[in-house]
């Protein structure tokens, strides 16, 4: 069974940054798209961003794009969600899915969640 890590989150006020970890168990990790995604209380969860196996692709949501950055260190198995001008709407727990099976949102593995506050 694949472990996903995730680590990072904490509190932040408006307008500041994150950056959150994941790291993985799986040795094949560079074969495999990455993922983020994150659940607010009351909502499902939802798509933030993905990056494909060497890094050289990546796709966000709209709600983020251009304030947030998807990158990976396959040689620390590590992915890597940098997270600035954050709002109070992006206040959620953030998930990591590991290994895609299906290009960018669908992911075999998943990390238990790290939990990001944005106050205003």
């Known amino acids: 069974q694949v472990q996903v890590v995730e680590s990072g989150g904490g509190m932040v006020q408006d307008g500041g940054s994150l950056r959150l970890s994941c790291t993985t168990s799986d040795r094949t990790f560079i074969n495999y798209a990455m993922g983020w995604f994150r659940q607010a209380p009351e909502k499902e969860r939802e798509f933030v961003a993905a990056i494909s196996g060497n890094g050289g692709n990546t796709i966000y949501a709209e709600s983020v794009k251009d304030r947030f950055t998807i990158s990976r260190d396959n040689a620390k198995r590590t992915v890597y969600l940098q997270m600035n001008s954050l709002k109070p709407e992006d206040t959620a727990a953030y998930y990591c899915?590991?290994?895609?099976?299906?290009?960018?949102?669908?992911?075999?593995?998943w990390g238990q969640g790290t939990q990001v506050t944005v106050s205003s």
């Open positions: 899915a590991a290994n895609a099976r299906t290009w960018p949102y669908a992911y075999r593995y």
